[in-house]
């Protein structure tokens, strides 16, 4: 095989399977993090460290929080399963959704559609539109779908799902979103998980193909990888795989038993963890059979985070409360987990703070010594990012989505505004708009932007006030004693700084990022689908 | 049964190597504490240098120029050693966060203290190594670090340094700071001393001569062993080339029996002695005045022919007159004590290592006495 086909986009790949060799190497990976976290709390909690003791409370509430969420997802590994290939039964029927709203790109549809119409296991695909536009029909019948007029619904993408199942009679519903082009394979890869009979959904890996227009879809691509492998295929060896993100197969009576799919900003996650709730089993197959789009531009990508994090939000607050009780343990904790992740907007936001809450009022959290907390920190460190790059082994495309995942954090970072927006409009219930996640790169600097230029200018206000007042003011007392502190608190301070550049960098460079329409590019023919196991 | 054999294993094995690893980590991290601490701590010390050099080279010093007539002193020994002035010096507990209340405490004595004083103890953590953070910013202030160093020994992790289980350590422990067993300890410390490269006061083992306060007391040792103990480290420092180190021996002049813990004359720079009247705050206390304190012993004191400190000098308030007792001592010292060359004030505003309550020494807040101790020093 050669390099250039080993990051072919356009070719069916799974991830490889679990040995019993890798489950004795991760074990031994898991032991030995869970003894150097021990370590590491033997040495945080001691009373000698605490100077201001709320905020040491404080401090140890975020690093800890960080630690029982790595905990959790070393746990979650464990079971890390890829699931037997099962043949699909003949004569299923089968539907395919995919829905189009105003706005949205004539020409991606053709794509779709025409991809849709490859796909080999015999079903039929309905076109759930609102655009009030005939060439929509127009492509719908060209590609053999068939056209449902659905204008006015509540929930956008949702709302058309649940009328639409009222109208249809197929018993398996697969729903696609409409920027992702499948494969050939697509059916014949997931409809034989159904052969049991309390499998609700089967969901497969997301994978994209835009990643090379912009450091902003690099880094939103990468953010996803280790979720879409690993992540997912631990979750199902606890019998918790969620239905997230795009190109579920659900059971039709699945769906009727839960009232139709969830509606909200996170609506496959709602419809997810009421299956769960209901009793429905799900499968994760770790399977390129699909490929679609990821933000192109900073804007855009905030957008799609600000609506995720928002509607997580709903979930951790509405729906696994009153679900709670019917849920599995691991299940439990997976909600729990994820639907908690966007905290880490208020997280970042207070490791941000500490530093100039320093500069600005003198308080100090913790009174460590930095080395120590180097030499008791370190070994943590490296065995999560062993752990890190050992479970990339199950990537579902590793030759292409392995690494460090640096723009990954990049982003993460730098969209700490928007995952605190997102937190504080969840705090108070308060709604925003929905905001379908952009298909085709939009134009100018973001003014998700501005919090992250108005970060890097506080900072160098504060550098520039502290050297001044260590030039004029601050005691000839203090000073010498302060200098490790004052300069350590920096260095600290500009981490956060040097990624949120980073952010800002993406930013930049989406102002002059081509429009481009890239399923133009795609050509359906080439898509290799061989080492199939029909 | 087959299939539960084979999980325990899998567990066992799995478990068996994490702990491998850990101990690897914790044996690296072990063997290598020496090498990365010092990486860290070098750190630190060279980022308080380059802000030195680059920043705070352009700030006009205030405090060191006052001083600049100590120069001539805290920079050539054999004036420390024949002193021909009395100096003044302070030891402040509050010393780890801020100077400030010292240079405080000199605007209202109108006078500038060239030591200052802090107190270090024995043992393994990084807080017990040579305090260089604080000597260096004693001497870029103007002064000269005056260090009282305390031989616990029960501060060592006797297992990594190689020593022998011993359950109480400090039991004839300063035999085994003869025998070379805390060499590892005494060699790092004089290293970090001959790196700072200015003059240090060490007074090391104080009031050795006292059964009832510290651990290398005649109640675990013996006077020939604190002198054995006093010219090994001595010694020691002289074969590593360490040259500035000014050593102050410091009995309990109330226990009478000191004489025969003198370790020798050439082994000896200075001698000091506590001046604490400590009023009726306790049952064993009463209000002693200086002379009764001091003055009593100085002809002993002085029979060593040394320069001659105080090395805690201070009063509580519990009664008597405070202010009285600072005029009356400091007014008596020039003609009485000629041999007394420096005076270190003892400014603990939270002493709690005497009794159950905390204890205020310092001046900072009691402006009758810090007015006596100005009028008494200005007429010297």
């Known amino acids: 095989m050669s390099k250039k086909n080993d990051k072919d986009f356009w070719k069916y790949r799974e991830a490889r399977k679990v040995t019993k060799t890798d489950r004795f190497i991760y074990l031994v990976l898991v032991i030995a993090g869970f003894l150097s976290i021990l370590r590491f709390g033997d040495w945080w909690f001691r009373a000698e460290h605490v100077e201001s003791l709320p905020f040491f409370i404080l401090l140890s509430l ?54 849709c119409a490859n796909i080999t296991y015999p079903h ?36 058309k799902v649940n009328a639409a199942l009222k109208m249809v009679e197929e018993d398996f519903i697969l729903i696609m979103d409409p920027d992702h082009i499948p494969f050939p394979n697509f059916l014949d890869k997931v409809l034989g998980y ?39 295929m631990g979750l199902a060896g606890y019998d918790s795989a969620v239905a997230i993100g795009a190109n579920c197969t659900f059971r039709k009576e699945a769906l009727e038993s839960i009232g139709g799919h969830g509606i909200g900003l996170a609506e496959d996650l709602i419809t997810s963890i009421r299956l769960h709730a209901k009793g429905w089993k799900s499968v994760f197959t770790p399977i390129v059979v699909s490929r679609g789009l990821v933000p192109e531009d900073f804007g855009s990508f905030c957008k799609q985070q600000l609506k995720w994090s928002r ?104 969209t700490w505004p928007v995952f605190l927006l997102g937190n504080l409009l969840g705090f108070v ?10 298909k085709k790169a939009v134009s100018g600097l973001s003014p998700y932007s501005r919090p992250l ?57 989406s102002r002059n990022l081509p429009e481009d329409e890239p399923w133009r590019k795609v050509d359906l023919d080439k898509i290799k689908t061989e080492n199939d196991h029909q | 049964m087959k299939k ?6 899998f567990t066992l094995g799995a478990l068996f190597l994490g702990v491998l690893i850990i101990v690897a980590f914790t044996f690296l991290g072990k063997k290598s504490s020496g090498p990365l601490e010092d990486f860290f701590t070098k750190m630190g010390s060279t980022i308080v240098d380059i802000e030195n050099d680059y920043l705070l080279s352009q700030r006009e010093p205030v405090r060191s120029k006052e001083l600049e007539w100590f120069n001539k002193y805290r920079n050539n020994k054999e004036s420390f050693l024949q002193p021909d002035t009395v100096f003044l010096g302070i030891f402040d507990n509050n010393y780890q ?230 005029t009356e001592a400091l007014d008596s010292i020039p003609e009485k004590y000629p041999l007394l060359k420096a005076i270190l004030f003892f400014n603990n505003d939270k002493d709690n290592t005497t009794l159950s309550k905390t204890l205020d020494w310092s001046l900072n807040t009691d402006s009758l006495s810090s007015k006596a101790v100005k009028k008494s020093l200005n007429s010297w």
């Open chain 2, 97 to 326: 966060k801020s100077f400030e209340n010292i240079l405080s405490l000199e605007n209202s004595l109108l006078t500038n203290l060239s030591f200052i004083q802090i107190y270090t103890a024995w043992g393994d953590q990084s807080g017990q190594r040579f305090p260089e953070k604080y000597a260096k910013t004693i001497f870029k202030l103007g002064s000269t670090p005056f260090i009282t160093w305390e031989p616990w020994l029960n501060d060592f992790d006797r297992e990594e340094h190689g020593l022998s289980p011993k359950e109480d350590p400090n039991k004839n422990g300063l035999q085994d700071i003869v025998n070379g067993d805390y060499d590892f300890y005494i060699d790092e410390w004089a290293s970090d001393l001959k790196d700072f490269n200015q003059l240090v006061f060490i007074r090391f083992g104080h009031e050795m001569n006292d059964p009832y306060r510290y651990p290398w007391g005649p109640q675990n040792n013996k006077p020939e062993d604190f002198i054995a103990a006093w010219q090994y480290i001595v010694n020691r420092f002289g074969e590593l080339g360490v040259n500035n180190a000014v050593w102050v021996w410091s009995p309990h002049p109330a226990y009478y029996l000191y004489g025969e813990y003198y370790p020798g004359d050439e082994y000896v720079d200075w001698v000091g002695v506590g001046a604490l009247n400590y009023g009726n705050v306790a049952l064993w206390s009463q209000w002693w005045s200086f002379e009764e304190i001091f003055g009593n012993y100085y002809n002993w004191l002085a029979s060593f022919n040394k320069p001659l400190a105080i090395t805690e000098f201070g009063s509580l308030s519990v009664g008597g007159q405070r202010e009285e007792w600072y």
């Open chain 1, 453 to 509: 230029i108005l970060h890097v200018v506080l900072f160098i206000g504060t550098l520039a006030y502290v050297i001044y007042s260590r030039l004029s003011t601050v005691s000839e007392g203090l000073l010498a004693l302060t200098s490790e502190q004052v300069w350590g608190m920096f260095a600290f301070a500009f981490v956060s700084v040097f990624l949120v550049i980073g952010g800002i960098f993406a930013a930049l460079e």
């Open chain 2, 4 to 9: 539960s054999a084979y999980r325990i294993g």
């Open chain 1, 124 to 159: 039929t695909t309905y076109l759930l539109d609102d655009t009030q536009k005939p060439e929509f029909k127009k492509v719908a019948e060209k590609h053999g779908a068939v056209w449902l007029e659905l204008v006015g619904l509540p929930g956008a993408k949702a709302g």
């Open chain 1, 311 to 414: 509607g997580l939000f709903e979930v951790l607050f509405t729906e696994v409360p009153q679900l709670f009780k019917n849920l599995s343990g691991w299940q439990r904790i997976s909600y729990l987990a994820i639907s908690s992740y966007y905290f880490v907007g208020l997280t970042t936001f207070l490791y941000i703070a500490i530093p100039f809450l320093y500069f600005w009022t003198g308080i100090i959290p913790a009174n460590m010594n930095f080395g120590e907390f180097i030499i008791n920190g370190a070994p943590i460190i490296v065995i999560a990012v062993s752990i890190y790059l050992f479970v990339q082994k199950w990537l579902s495309h590793p030759q292409a989505e392995r690494g460090f995942h640096w723009r990954g954090m990049i982003l993460k970072t730098a």
């Open chain 1, 194 to 232: 159904f052969r049991d009979k309390k499998v609700g959904f089967v969901q497969v890996a997301q994978t994209y193909y835009n990643q090379y227009r912009s450091f902003t879809a690099k880094g939103a691509a990468e953010q996803t990888y280790t979720f879409y492998g690993p992540t997912l």
């Open chain 1, 429 to 438: 219930n308060a709604e925003i708009p929905y905001i379908p996640t952009a």
């Open chain 1, 62 to 115: 975020l690093i800890w929080y960080g630690i029982i969420r790595m905990i959790l997802i070393w746990i979650n590994y464990l079971r890390i399963k890829k699931p037997e290939f099962v043949a699909a039964e003949k004569g299923l029927k089968v539907a395919i959704f995919t829905t189009s709203s105003p706005g949205e790109p004539l020409s991606m549809f053709d794509k779709t559609l025409k991809a």
